[in-house]
């Protein structure tokens, strides 16, 4: 491609693209049509032109998390799935509370990284979107910190009542909850920025 057959705008539109940020995006719901993977969809969606939002569909499909298993015997799911996290430069996290904890398969998950550094201050949203979700919220800003992801209350967000905030199409019909996807989306970028500007600063020395 010429580039001075574009158009500046069209430019400065592919440079975007091609920068995009790397989001592996997780939902602790396993069911179709669950609203903590529209919403994941939706912040995708709005989001297509600054963030490559990849919706992780394989949390079903981990195994149960045993220690006995050697890193030169993981799973190839298993394999991948820290991989994922590793190259991706923030991840989303949203899940409904299940009998108020996390979802077993999302805990599952977050457990096969525990004897690795993938989530060691890697930039992370947090979402619960549930009927109440209060246990889980503290839950996982617990587990996350526990792990030593980057959390923050600007990229942190309970949403209450979730199924009647959501169409039929998993679209956010609720204007509050449009703007505070969006800013939880933009304070998630915000502390990707801020990690790159650190790393750039240590090796700098
Ligand atoms: C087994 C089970 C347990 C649940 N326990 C809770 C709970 O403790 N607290 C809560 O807020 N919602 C609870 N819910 C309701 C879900 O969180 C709610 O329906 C949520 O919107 C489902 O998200 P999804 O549409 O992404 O699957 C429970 C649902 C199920 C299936």
Redesign the pocket.
Same mark, same amino acid.
């Given at each position: 491609m010429d580039l001075a057959d574009l158009s500046f705008d069209k430019y400065v539109y592919l440079s975007m693209k091609k920068n995009r940020k790397k989001i592996l995006a997780i939902?602790?719901?396993t069911?179709s %049509?669950?609203?903590?993977?529209?919403v994941l969809q939706v912040i995708a969606a709005w989001y297509a032109d600054v963030l490559d939002v990849r919706v992780y569909q394989g949390i079903a499909n981990l195994p149960h998390f045993n220690p006995d298993i050697a890193d030169d015997a993981l799973p190839a799911a298993v394999k991948e799935f820290r991989t994922l996290v590793d190259q991706a430069d923030g991840v989303i996290i949203c899940?409904?509370?299940?009998?108020?904890?996390l979802p077993g398969s999302l805990k599952n998950a977050i457990e096969w990284t525990v004897s690795t550094t993938v989530f060691s201050h890697k930039p992370v949203a947090l979402i619960v979107?549930?009927?109440?979700?209060e %246990?889980?919220f503290e839950a996982l800003k617990l587990i996350m910190s526990t792990i030593e992801a980057k959390i923050s209350d600007d990229a942190s967000l309970l949403i209450?009542g979730? %199924?009647g905030k959501f169409d039929k199409d998993g679209k956010a019909i609720d204007e509050q909850v449009q703007e505070s996807l969006k800013k939880v989306t933009d304070g998630l970028i915000a502390m990707i920025k801020q990690t790159r500007k650190e790393m750039l600063e240590s090796y700098n020395g």
């Open positions: 939902s602790g719901s069911r %049509k669950s609203t903590n993977e529209s899940t409904p509370e299940y009998v108020f904890s979107a549930s009927a109440s979700g %246990k889980a209450q979730a %199924k």
